[in-house]
């Protein structure tokens, strides 16, 4: 995932590496930095020809390393709503310091998918008679699925490290 240059710490990090390669003029690791990181390929021309003044910002930075984090490996079911539920946490603009911690090292989609599950096992009730009957089931049904808010104050606390 990050195998050339490593994970960045901060978008701070990115720009300082991504100044150093335009110095030496080095465009193609330029870009290669960027891919790496998640950073559109536009930007990277952008900030070449100057018409940025740094590669990454603390948006674009956290995006890009969620959207490299979802495609290492296939979403599918409630995984699809939860990494959609992060990335409206990190596009809020009075979430900006979910943007910073998802950048961190050791912080990952798939660790708050985790802590999200963990929440899910503690939290399964049983389904509804009706319900289980409706859908053709016999014995005992349980489900733990946090509704969107919760999620959403799951995901917050993960990256953050505590309720906010």
Do not use: Q
Not at 66 to 91: G, P, Q, S
Not at 148 to 164: C, F, P, Q, V, W
């Amino acid at each position: 995932m990050f195998d050339k240059f490593g994970e960045f710490d901060s978008f701070h990090e990115i720009n300082k590496a991504a100044e150093g390669l335009k110095e030496e003029g080095d465009i193609e690791s330029l870009k290669e930095l960027a891919k790496e990181n998640g950073i559109d390929p536009e930007d990277v021309n952008d900030y070449v020809a100057g018409k940025m003044a740094y590669l990454a910002t603390d948006l674009t930075a956290a995006v890009g390393k969620l959207e490299v984090e979802k495609a290492d490996y296939k979403h599918d079911f409630i995984f699809i709503d939860w990494f959609n539920y992060i990335m409206t946490c990190v596009t809020d603009p009075k979430n900006e310091r979910i943007r910073t911690a998802v950048r961190l090292k050791g912080k990952s989609i798939k660790g708050c998918y985790g802590y999200i599950l963990k929440w899910s096992a503690k939290n399964m009730l049983p389904v509804d008679s009706e319900i289980k009957k409706a859908a053709g089931f016999n014995g005992t049904v349980k489900m733990g699925i946090p509704d969107m808010n919760t999620a959403k104050a799951l995901i917050k606390e993960y990256y953050l490290g505590g309720r906010s």
